[in-house]
């Protein structure tokens, strides 16, 4: 069994003077006299703002401290150091739940759900509730070691696999997931079914073989494919050349932060809170975005996409489908990856739960914890 070692965040005074030095000498580009310049990319005034508040007001030992708040360990899985937080929560070690972050994204998207689903009586909540938490950082992003070539969501689900049952000692648990943390969740599902009882997702990433059938799965793909080739150049440069953007990124903070930022507001239910600072806040956006750039993992994060396609990709052979039950949360402000009609995704996965929920978008854990907590007690209570 590998051993598991206490890990504590720690980022040197001298690398973050570094990354601040940077973030203040950076030669702006020629910038668009235009209305919206969220539509030519990460919008100047936004990035500036942003930048501003970086080197001036944002407090990284503070952030430090926050992010050191839950226990958190490595333990050695097959060629990798997987770094997760493990929460035993008022469940005391009999109801395991396995949560899964994406990219642009990071373990840190559920500081704002991870107490609430491991002591819920502490928010009025009933300790029957509770879950013991594991949330762990994807293979080459943040405090997880980097692997040697892109590797996707098929081999991380077996990485994870492991990391509960044989390194915790789970011999069942559950899972949850949104965005790459969807497609591991469901390869855990796929793959993983004796161990990984149930998932739920707040992304449906699988496709049915034979494709989109009936006018309404054949509309949801049109305009799929639309949305696609107005917000889908990201998806597009790093599934197929990741290291374009690599270079590009590398010594850059505030090129790794337009980046990352253009993907949260054009990924985010801003409907109700119009602006990305009411919806998250600028602190929490630069904790996310320094994970990225102090572990120098903004590279092998854009890698992650190439493994989709080394892997074989999202389609299953004929007959083919998830079986283990399966939730999902249609979060309705996710304008890229809308979800399809349920007939399609019936296709693919054992549909056990379908909850539309009344906002809320791509990163729903970090955007809209209240809810996203509810609808994972629910989902559980309900197996």
């Known amino acids: 069994m590998s051993t598991i070692k206490p890990f504590e965040v720690s980022w040197s005074e001298a690398a973050v003077t570094a990354v601040l030095d940077r973030v203040r000498a950076y030669p702006w580009p020629p910038i668009p006299d235009v209305p919206d310049g969220w539509a030519y990319g990460c919008d100047a005034g936004y990035l500036q703002g942003l930048c501003d508040h970086w080197t001036k007001a944002y407090d990284w030992r503070a952030a430090v401290a926050d992010l050191n708040r839950f226990p958190q360990f490595t333990a050695r899985v097959e060629d990798y150091d997987l770094h997760f937080l493990h929460v035993v929560g008022e469940a005391g070690g009999k109801r395991p739940l396995i949560v899964t972050h994406g990219w642009p994204g990071s373990h840190y998207e559920f500081w704002g759900a991870i107490e609430k689903l491991a002591f819920p009586s502490r928010f009025g909540g009933k300790p029957e509730d509770a879950f013991d938490l594991v949330v762990p ?18 081999t991380t689900a077996r990485l994870f696999n492991t990391l509960m049952t044989e390194v915790l000692g789970y011999p069942a648990y559950l899972a949850q997931g949104g965005d790459w943390g969807a497609m591991v969740t469901s390869w855990l599902g ?21 494709g989109p ?113 399966t939730a999902f949360a249609n979060f309705p402000g996710e304008p890229l990856y809308q979800a399809p009609p349920r007939s399609f995704a019936e296709r693919a996965y054992n549909i056990t739960r379908w909850t539309d929920m009344p906002r809320g978008g791509h990163f729903a854990a970090m955007e809209e914890p209240d809810l996203y907590v509810a609808e994972v007690r629910d989902w559980a209570r309900g197996l």
Request: glycine content about 12%; some cysteine; aromatic content about 12%.
């Open 213 to 325: 059938q009936g006018e309404a799965e054949i509309g949801w793909a049109t305009k799929q494919a639309g949305m696609m080739d107005i917000m889908g150049a990201y998806f597009r440069l790093q599934v197929s050349k990741p290291q374009s953007i690599a270079w590009m990124g590398a010594g850059n903070p505030v090129g790794q932060a337009a980046w990352i930022i253009e993907r949260f507001h054009d990924w985010s239910d801003l409907s109700r809170k119009h602006t990305l600072d009411e919806a998250y806040g600028k602190d929490a956006l630069l904790t996310n975005i320094m994970i990225y750039v102090i572990t120098d993992s903004f590279a092998t994060g854009a890698w992650y996409y190439r493994g989709l396609v080394e892997e074989g990709g999202l389609a299953f052979e004929p007959g083919e489908r998830c079986e283990t039950p």
């Open 190 to 210: 796929r793959d993983h079914g004796a161990q990984a009882k149930a998932i739920h997702l707040n992304m449906l990433g699988f496709r049915p073989h034979g």
């Open 137 to 154: 950082s994807l293979p080459g992003f943040g405090f997880s070691s980097k692997p040697k070539r892109p590797i996707g969501q098929r």
